[in-house]
């Protein structure tokens, strides 16, 4: 039976409520200021977490903030897990959701349910995760003392994160590889969109192995006493992988692709080589696979000595300068030309690759076994230069393609000075942890001044140098929030913003009216 115009036609009282539109929607432009807000959001909540376990490590001869070792572990634990998986992943797949279908000349993302269905599952799961921390769960404790039920619910809010970002991801990688328009091969895509299809693909054959050892503590600690995998002072070890060289380079590896789309269009001037760039994204996403790099199931050489972790380490680091000199030689060549300023983004993307270089550098000096620096806080300042990297290119994204996706524009300034304050928190904690490493301060000290080198090394004073890092990184966030507010009370966007003439511009955007539950959302957070 057919079904006509009037049956379809919906009364005043069928229009649906802003609880119905939010759930049902499968616009991509509405799913993807979904991911981006609420990655914000916890990426505040993640930087609270750091804030508070710098405040701590000001002081290594007691435990002032937290009473015990313990709950100090819970929240330094949870700042990587969330800043990572609930804050910097997300806010880049809801760029990807929302940019990339129009990038290659999709009307919309493929498999738009499912779209919406993986934020859903992210957003359930990211919940439960912050509540097992927050109920003395998390991912176990050295010293034995989280609850075991709560352990257990953390494990499960984040296999559903995992699956969130899987599902999400699948279907921007299917858009990207069957969705393209006519005549666009994939050696001609944006380099944002090549850069998420690299990035996408190695998180799909990673994250599913961080979901396995995930299942394997679950199992171990459910189902009678934990002998192996679920026991409380290795559950983090089978974990951390996922957190640190060389995994950690594959969830930066987007703003590789948001810097090779800004730049030719702020300097006015195509790439040198569009095809190198594609080429050095690629080998980038390859060196980043990091699912074999589990120390926790080291038998015989340990992994990170073997030469495999060694060389990769090295190789890195020359791919990160030849692509910061493409985007030099770029913005060179397009210097004489230019007619305008240059607009915040720019300077946020070229800033997001230098710190990635910074972090490369340091994970090849963690990979040289005399320097003794893979158990030291090096390790944390080569994940907050690579992380920070990739949230200030993320910053830059929503800067760039913000006024595209909401339709309404936002101050630049207020965007870039939250930007900068990131950008110097980076600095002072990166830095600052770099040195106490040289110095011996461990990744995790406990509270524990044996962990700190020794008492009159200076390591405290450093400490205090990370935590005036914490506040700048956290002013930062809450500025990005509120510029994120601020442009869904902004004027309408007046279409290519930035006179680049690229695919994603020509496509209409969709209008936030006063009636979006998004916009109801965003104005409640703000006030």
């Known amino acids: ?172 990688l299917t858009t990207i590889v069957v969705g393209r328009t006519a005549g666009m091969t994939l050696s001609r895509v944006p380099l944002f969109v090549w850069s998420v299809l690299v990035a996408g693909s190695i998180w799909l054959v990673t994250l599913p192995v961080l979901a396995a050892n995930a299942v394997l503590i679950y199992v171990d600690l459910a189902s009678r006493s934990a002998v192996a995998f679920g026991a409380e002072d290795t559950i983090w070890e089978q974990l951390s992988w996922a957190f640190s060289h060389p995994q950690v380079y594959a969830f930066a590896l987007p703003l590789v692709g948001i810097a090779g789309d800004i730049v030719p269009v702020a300097a006015r001037r195509r790439h040198g080589s569009h095809q190198a760039l594609l080429v050095l994204t ?54 004489g030309s230019r007619r305008t300023r240059m607009p915040a983004p720019l300077y946020l993307s070229v800033l997001s690759v230098l710190f990635l270089l910074a972090g490369t550098v340091l994970g090849a000096l963690r990979a040289v076994a005399p320097l003794d620096l893979l158990e030291r806080s090096t390790t944390g300042a080569q994940f907050t230069f690579t992380i920070g990297a990739a949230l200030l290119a993320a910053m830059a994204g929503t800067l760039w393609w913000g006024d595209l996706i909401v339709g309404r524009v936002a101050p630049q300034g207020f965007g870039l000075a939250s930007a900068l304050a990131v950008a110097v928190g980076v600095e002072l904690v990166a830095v600052s942890d770099m040195i106490s490493g040289f110095m011996g301060l461990a990744d995790f000290t406990g509270g524990d001044l044996s962990g700190a080198g020794y008492p009159g090394s200076g390591v405290n004073v450093l400490n205090t140098v990370a935590f005036v890092g914490s506040v700048h990184l956290l002013i930062g966030a809450l500025g990005w929030l509120v510029t994120g507010v601020v442009r869904f009370k902004g004027a309408r966007s007046l279409g290519d913003t930035w006179g680049g003439h690229t695919l994603e511009w020509t496509t209409e955007t969709v209008e936030v009216t006063s009636e979006s539950p998004l916009l109801d959302a965003a104005v409640e957070v703000g006030a």
């Open 1 to 172: 039976m057919t079904e006509t115009a009037a049956d379809t036609t919906r009364t005043g009282d069928d229009v649906p409520t802003a609880l119905e539109a939010a759930v049902t929607t499968t616009d991509h432009l509405r799913i993807g200021r979904a991911w981006i807000a609420s990655g914000v959001l916890f990426l505040v909540a993640s930087l609270v977490a750091g804030l508070l376990v710098s405040l701590e490590r000001m002081d290594l001869s007691g435990m002032a903030v937290f009473g015990d070792a313990d709950s100090l572990f819970r929240f330094w634990s949870a700042y990587r897990v969330g800043i990572v998986l609930l804050a910097v992943v997300p806010v880049v797949i809801g760029l990807a959701t929302a940019v990339a279908p129009l990038q290659v000349g999709a009307s919309s993302v493929v498999f738009p349910r499912a779209a919406a269905f993986g934020f859903w599952v992210w957003a359930l799961g990211a919940a439960i995760t912050v509540a097992g921390f927050l109920i003395d769960g998390g991912l176990g404790t050295p010293g034995g003392t989280s609850r075991t039920d709560a352990v257990a619910l953390t494990l499960l809010g984040l296999l559903m994160v995992i699956g969130g970002i899987c599902c999400a991801t699948v279907c921007i």
């Open 282 to 335: 690629a080998l980038l996403g390859v060196l980043s696979f990091g699912a074999y790099a589990q120390a926790a199931f080291d038998v015989g050489t340990p992994i990170r000595e073997q030469a495999i972790f060694v060389v990769e380490a090295f190789l890195v680091v020359p791919l990160v300068l030849l692509v910061l000199f493409g985007l030099v030689d770029t913005l060179w060549r397009g210097a």
